[in-house]
């Protein structure tokens, strides 16, 4: 069937077989194709239009109980997550652990207790708040993947950014959760991982190349550096910096190849030079490997013997 044939009054999103009647719709028509069977008793369009909420609200509708959590969690709150977890589309659900564990095609089931804020509702939708979200991925995750969600969460920037952005969570917060569940699973991953997330950083990558930095044995760099001009506007934002040897760190992403987003970067950069800062840019193959190549392009920088040169001086 052609897209343009599904009825019109298919939601966007995901809906009961139960809703068929309400909407119109005939048993034959919910289950024709183009409307796919996620589970069981739901339906959901193929080329849905819906929010990630939209398309898993039908889950929270079948069960009272029932809770979003993990990485379904993590969609619905922007939570950053590998890639290989990301492009896991299976739902994850909990129920009390005092009763049965959630099990449907699709569906990874959990037996789940919540303290109170733990869990929270928008838009029709039942699931995990930001900080518990982080808490439960830590059975998921490495320790450097849980503190890439963990900046995601709390990253915060003031109003001298171009766009000043809000903490889904602060660190305390993510430390009181970790406290308040001493026996969970992960949670001993999580502490390690905490004393790693720090505010400021935008992206996994930029969290990344933090980390192998601090990793290599390098001064951790500094987040949410502002460099202002001669009359104390903020003009540049790095993604980590060495204030002290006023050297920036810039992540170019794949969209930086672009014609457009290429020559704002070579003006970002002849600015923090005319500012008399140095700009290393970084790009995705420097964050690769056992031995990142960022790491040799900071010790250059910072003037520091490259690691061949230390072990040789060393002895180890």
Known sequence: M???????????????VEDAKML??????????????????IRLPLHSRGTVADNVRAYCRLDPASV??????????????????????RIHIARPADGWKPRRRN?????????????????????????RTWLDLASLLSIDEL???????????????????????????????????????GVKKARLALDLVRVGADSAPETMMRLALVNAGLPEPVLNVVLRNRLGQPVVWPDAAYPDHRIALQYDGAHHGESEQYLRDIRRQSLTESLGWQEIRVQ????????????????????RPSEKVHQARTGS
């Open 24 to 41: 119109g719709l005939s048993r034959k028509q919910v289950s024709r194709d183009g409307i796919f069977t996620p589970s069981r008793g």
């Open 107 to 131: 569906v990874v089931g959990h037996q789940l207790s919540f303290k109170p804020r733990e869990v929270v509702m928008l838009d029709g939708v039942r699931f995990t708040s930001p900080a």
């Open 147 to 185: 503190v890439a969600a963990g900046d995601s969460i709390v990253v915060e920037h003031g109003d001298d950014f171009p766009v000043p952005r809000t903490p889904m969570a602060t660190i305390s917060e993510l430390q009181k959760i970790v406290g308040q569940h001493p026996g969970m699973r």
């Open 284 to 303: 995705k193959s420097d964050l690769e490997g056992s031995r990142p190549f960022i790491v040799e392009k900071v010790r250059a920088a910072l003037g």
């Open 68 to 89: 979003l959590t993990h990485s379904t969690a993590a969609r619905l709150c922007c939570i950053c997550l590998p890639a290989w977890l990301d492009q896991d589309w």
């Open 2 to 16: 052609s897209r343009t044939s599904i009825p019109p009054q298919i939601p966007h999103g995901s809906f009961l």
